[in-house]
């Protein structure tokens, strides 16, 4: 990859060096490749005015061709030669992951050199960041795979307090080795210039009472533990301008038993501070209370798992701003009542997707609804897309297609991938027969649909 983006701007051959590097990946060959690259140097018809073109290149131009790469491809041009020795060091992305590509064939390498390749990346992390020179970090990302030996004198804690020191806006920290639980520094909770942080893993979250995340806009949080429940609820209380929230439980014995947005343990939620949300993904049996309501009537994205404990909410909530909505059927409930709530309570809606390739047998769940005397606003004048996915072409079903089809004014495209039986084509014709009062709308069938695959242009 790096040779392609270096011809872009000129040619320099590189493959051997960076493929022996990769599959390798211990000091003593770096030795073995200056040799092999020393030598096709000297054939100066193959390779010297190539590099002369490469090394003419302005810094900052050699600097953004390195921050399109992964790192390791970034390092692999200090052998080059003089010129590029310190190029990497000004690169503004780090990402440094054990297990990705060519590492991933560890039973070659295992084969070869035991853990030394393990060893050897602990050591290329440590090394790698103390000569980094970046005045500012946009991303730091690790990961560390349960092959990592956990006998190495690893302080994976100076390694965040090196990128806060940078000014760092993204982190991405995936721990999955065999050792404890680890304590991250007190300073990233108060990192100024954090806008994402992402955890995951072997990572035990202790947030001190003075934490200030002020432009934080993603969390995700992913099978850590939490020193206490004070913690959780002190960094969710740390970051004013959170857009994004994602937690992910592996089990319950994370020392917390409310989670905010989400609780897949299926005790409570809640909202201790945020009250706007821009994008929401509900799973889980979650009883709301009124801050949590009044938090969900402002998205404007949301994609909803419908069962039981959630399908009341349809009734009880103006999600006045809501613009995008993707239904998932999980439970067998009659769900066409609520749904009718959802579109009358959603005044702006343009976006509605149905989701029932979840339910196994859908097609013996009873299903009830009953016209209102008043059109949903949405439908008579904002939605635009209306997608179905696993359409089974029931009665029922058919009637609420029908009606959504008759009241959509500005209906533009309205997509259904259908359920596998003998009856697609039937089904197909009877769509294709139903009145659409919007005659610019467009119908299309397919296999399975992706919800927002594509960025649709939603304004009028």
């Given at each position: 990859?790096?040779?392609?983006?270096?011809?872009?701007?000129?040619?320099?051959?590189?493959?051997?060096?960076?493929?022996?590097?990769?599959?390798?990946?211990?000091?003593?060959?770096?030795?073995?490749?200056?040799?092999?690259?020393?030598?096709?140097?000297?054939?100066t018809?193959?390779?010297?005015?190539?590099?002369?073109?490469?090394?003419?290149?302005?810094?900052?131009?050699?600097?953004?061709?390195?921050?399109?790469?992964?790192?390791?491809?970034?390092?692999?041009?200090?052998?080059?030669?003089?010129?590029?020795?310190?190029?990497w060091?000004?690169?503004?992305?780090?990402?440094?992951?054990?297990?990705?590509?060519?590492?991933?064939?560890?039973?070659?390498?295992?084969?070869?050199?035991?853990?030394?390749?393990?060893?050897w990346?602990?050591?290329?992390?440590?090394?790698?960041?103390?000569?980094?020179?970046a005045?500012?970090?946009?991303?730091?990302?690790i990961?560390?795979?349960?092959?990592?030996?956990?006998?190495?004198?690893?302080?994976?804690?100076?390694?965040?307090?090196?990128?806060?020191?940078?000014?760092?806006?993204?982190?991405?920290?995936?721990?999955?080795?065999?050792?404890?639980?680890?304590?991250?520094?007190?300073?990233?909770?108060?990192?100024?210039?954090?806008?994402s942080?992402?955890?995951?893993?072997?990572?035990?979250?202790?947030?001190?009472?003075?934490?200030?995340?002020?432009?934080?806009?993603d969390?995700?949080?992913?099978?850590?533990?939490?020193?206490?429940?004070?913690?959780?609820?002190?960094?969710?209380?740390?970051?004013?301008?959170?857009?994004?929230?994602?937690?992910?439980r592996?089990?319950?014995?994370?020392?917390?038993?409310?989670?905010t947005?989400?609780?897949?343990?299926?005790?409570?939620?809640?909202?201790?501070?945020?009250?706007?949300?821009d994008?929401?993904?509900?799973?889980?049996?979650?009883?709301?209370?009124?801050?949590?309501?009044t938090?969900?009537?402002?998205?404007?994205?949301?994609?909803?798992?419908?069962?039981?404990?959630?399908?009341?909410?349809?009734?009880?909530?103006?999600?006045?701003?809501?613009l995008?909505?993707?239904?998932?059927?999980?439970?067998?409930?009659?769900?066409?009542?609520?749904?009718l709530?959802?579109?009358?309570?959603?005044?702006?809606?343009?976006?509605?997707?149905?989701?029932?390739?979840?339910?196994?047998?859908?097609?013996?769940l009873?299903?009830?609804?009953?016209?209102?005397?008043?059109v949903?606003e949405?439908?008579?004048?904002?939605?635009?897309?209306?997608e179905?996915?696993?359409?089974?072409?029931?009665?029922?079903?058919?009637?609420?297609?029908?009606?959504?089809?008759?009241k959509s004014?500005?209906?533009?495209?309205?997509?259904?991938?259908?359920?596998?039986?003998?009856?697609?084509k039937?089904?197909?014709?009877?769509?294709?027969?139903?009145?659409?009062?919007?005659?610019?709308?467009?119908l299309?069938?397919?296999?399975?649909?992706?919800?927002?695959?594509?960025?649709?242009?939603?304004?009028?």
């Amino acid at each position: 990859m790096i040779e392609q983006l270096l011809l872009l701007v000129g040619s320099i051959h590189v493959e051997d060096v960076i493929l022996i590097l990769l599959e390798q990946g211990i000091p003593l060959l770096l030795k073995q490749v200056s040799r092999r690259y020393s030598s096709k140097k000297r054939q100066t018809k193959r390779i010297g005015v190539e590099e002369d073109k490469i090394s003419a290149l302005p810094d900052d131009l050699l600097v953004k061709i390195l921050s399109l790469v992964p790192t390791k491809y970034a390092v692999a041009t200090i052998i080059l030669s003089k010129r590029w020795r310190y190029i990497w060091t000004m690169v503004p992305k780090l990402d440094y992951n054990m297990n990705d590509g060519i590492h991933n064939k560890v039973g070659f390498l295992d084969f070869l050199f035991g853990n030394s390749y393990q060893r050897w990346f602990l050591r290329f992390i440590n090394e790698s960041l103390r000569v980094h020179k970046a005045p500012v970090l946009e991303k730091l990302g690790i990961e560390l795979g349960p092959r990592c030996p956990v006998d190495v004198n690893v302080d994976v804690g100076k390694w965040i307090e090196k990128a806060v020191d940078k000014r760092v806006r993204e982190i991405e920290f995936i721990l999955r080795w065999s050792a404890e639980y680890t304590i991250l520094p007190k300073s990233l909770y108060t990192c100024v210039s954090l806008v994402s942080l992402s955890l995951s893993g072997k990572i035990l979250v202790d947030v001190p009472s003075l934490a200030c995340l002020p432009f934080l806009e993603d969390l995700e949080l992913h099978s850590v533990v939490y020193k206490d429940e004070d913690s959780f609820a002190r960094l969710l209380s740390s970051c004013p301008k959170l857009k994004i929230l994602s937690v992910a439980r592996h089990d319950h014995q994370d020392n917390v038993k409310e989670i905010t947005i989400a609780d897949y343990s299926g005790d409570s939620c809640f909202i201790e501070n945020e009250t706007h949300l821009d994008k929401a993904f509900i799973s889980g049996s979650c009883y709301p209370d009124n801050k949590f309501k009044t938090c969900l009537s402002s998205v404007i994205n949301l994609e909803l798992v419908l069962n039981f404990a959630t399908f009341t909410w349809f009734n009880t909530i103006n999600f006045s701003q809501l613009l995008e909505c993707k239904i998932r059927l999980a439970d067998s409930l009659d769900w066409l009542e609520p749904l009718l709530f959802l579109l009358q309570n959603s005044p702006n809606l343009k976006i509605l997707s149905i989701d029932q390739t979840f339910i196994r047998y859908a097609e013996e769940l009873p299903l009830s609804w009953s016209l209102r005397s008043s059109v949903p606003e949405c439908l008579s004048t904002h939605l635009k897309i209306f997608e179905w996915n696993d359409y089974g072409g029931r009665y029922k079903e058919k009637e609420l297609v029908r009606y959504i089809f008759a009241k959509s004014n500005c209906l533009k495209r309205a997509g259904f991938s259908l359920k596998p039986t003998g009856r697609k084509k039937k089904m197909m014709e009877e769509l294709e027969t139903m009145y659409r009062i919007s005659t610019s709308s467009q119908l299309l069938f397919s296999t399975a649909l992706e919800y927002l695959s594509v960025q649709y242009e939603t304004s009028d």
